[in-house]
């Protein structure tokens, strides 16, 4: 296992214990009558879909460094649709508290998405350094 892929799931895993847990707790607290039970699966799908992310951009560094970029952006888009299809499923079958649902999975879907966003600057920061 490589040293980026360690350092993503170790940080990922640790930002899905915390707003799996921690935001768990603090949305019970401080909005409970919106609070549903399956809350801490969504936390679960973000990392899911964070550890096929960073199996598929080192399988794409080993294998063609050069279209890098191109599949992460592809794995970004795939992403956000499978979201939206994850999104419009619950509402379809559940019918309870979709607003809140709704509400809470894009929150995590931004909060995922930014944390994506810097984890991946940063390595490619280190890897243009590294070349230079």
């Given at each position: 296992?490589?040293?980026?892929?360690?350092?993503?799931?170790?940080?990922?895993?640790?930002?899905t214990?915390?707003?799996?847990g921690?935001?768990?707790?603090?949305?019970?607290?401080?909005?409970?009558?919106?609070?549903?039970?399956?809350?801490?699966?969504?936390p679960?799908?973000?990392?899911?879909?964070?550890?096929?992310?960073?199996?598929l951009?080192?399988?794409?560094?080993?294998?063609?460094?050069?279209?890098?970029?191109?599949i992460?952006?592809l794995?970004?888009?795939?992403r956000?649709?499978?979201a939206?299809?994850?999104?419009?499923?619950?509402?379809v079958a559940?019918?309870?508290?979709?607003?809140?649902?709704?509400?809470?999975?894009?929150?995590?879907?931004?909060?995922?998405?930014?944390?994506?966003s810097?984890?991946f600057?940063?390595?490619?920061?280190?890897?243009?350094?590294?070349?230079?």
């Open positions: 296992m490589s040293i980026t892929k360690r350092n993503y799931l170790l940080q990922s895993l640790l930002l214990l915390l707003l799996g921690v935001g768990g707790v603090l949305y019970y607290t401080l909005n409970p009558h919106h609070y549903f039970v399956g809350y801490p699966v969504i679960l799908f973000f990392w899911i879909g964070g550890v096929f992310t960073i199996n951009v080192e399988m794409c560094r080993r294998n063609s460094p050069k279209h890098l970029l191109m992460y952006l794995i970004r888009v795939l956000m649709l499978f939206v299809i994850v999104m419009s499923i619950y509402c559940v019918r309870q508290e979709i607003r809140a649902f709704v509400m809470t999975f894009i929150a995590n879907y931004f909060i995922y998405l930014i944390h994506d810097w984890f600057f940063q390595f490619e920061l280190n890897r243009k350094r590294k070349n230079v």
